[in-house]
């Protein structure tokens, strides 16, 4: 199987090894200049965002499709780029929670919205490198079928955790989809992520964590975001600040550069030499 042995063919095995991964690009513009004051360079784009399209000029870089089901915040709302009226709240906007998505969104109509959102991001100009699923909403059964579908069809690796042990999802839900992702011929990653973390113990946790990790590949998720006053009109806006200060940290940039960067172009393009 490819992903009992991707690892192993880029050399990776018993390294520590870092993917850094900048989630919600497109949403705020004071997310997309954080991306680029950053200099990391991976990160994906959800595609219904207003400041979506700001992202072409780096269409060459790491950039993957945020895979979007969900729109939790009361500004800005995103809308989805096809018909289906199960994606839709009475409002017209994606429902603004997991709970409510999944409870009233059609597999078919799921299925051509997130198509269709893979489809904008080629056409804007994005080599995608990879998919990931904002909120986690494709953990629904049938929708995590159509994720690793996806994934296969365009050629791309997806975000798949060795575990599901810490994503917050009924237990009765678990079971399949944990099947699912162990049969999936794609690589597995450690999931690593800042967003719970209190922002004054952010720097810590980044510095601490990250000494910490034992060898494997790990996939760390922020949301970091410059405190414009665009990026002030959420609610976690000092999460998404305390990802960008601890990330411009001398110390922490330092522990990050003891790890093998790996970005998922490099996977994306060994997954097809592969296959």
């Known amino acids: 199987m490819v992903s009992d042995t991707l690892w ?10 870092l993917i850094l991964h900048h989630d919600d690009l497109g949403l705020l513009q ?3 200049a954080a991306y680029e004051a ?6 994906s784009v959800m595609i219904p965002g207003s400041w ?3 992202l072409a000029k780096h269409a060459q870089a790491d950039l993957g499709v945020h895979l979007t089901l969900t729109s939790e915040w009361r500004a800005p709302r995103l809308r989805p780029l096809t018909s289906g009226a199960s994606l839709r709240d009475p ?3 994606f429902w603004p929670t997991v709970e409510e998505a999944w409870l009233h969104v059609k597999t078919e109509e799921a299925e051509a919205e997130l198509r269709a959102q893979i489809h904008a991001a080629l056409t804007m100009g994005l080599d995608v ?15 995590a079928e159509i994720y690793v579908k996806l994934a296969m069809e365009f050629r791309l690796p997806a975000f798949i955790p060795e575990s599901l042990e810490a994503i917050k999802i009924p237990k009765w839900l678990r079971q399949p989809i944990e099947g699912l992702l162990v049969r999936a011929p794609l690589p597995k990653v450690r999931w ?11 720097r810590d946790w980044f510095i601490e964590t990250l000494r910490q990790a034992s060898p494997g590949v790990y996939h760390l998720i922020h949301h970091a975001a410059l405190p414009t006053p665009e990026a002030q009109s959420l609610p976690d806006w000092e999460i998404r600040r305390s990802d960008y200060e601890a990330l411009q940290d001398s110390t922490v940039r330092q522990v990050i550069g003891e790890f093998v960067l790996l970005t998922y172009r490099q996977v994306r393009d060994a997954l097809r030499r592969c296959s």
């Open 8 to 17: 192993d063919t880029l050399g990776l095995s018993e390294k520590r090894v």
């Open 192 to 202: 690593l992520d800042s967003y719970p973390v209190p922002p004054t113990q952010k």
């Open 91 to 93: 409002s017209g906007y």
């Open 30 to 32: 004071a997310q997309n």
């Open 129 to 143: 490198t990879h998919i990931d699923t904002h909120m986690g909403a494709v953990l629904r059964p049938d929708l």
């Open 52 to 54: 979506a399209p700001q």
């Open 38 to 43: 950053l200099g990391f360079p991976t990160g």
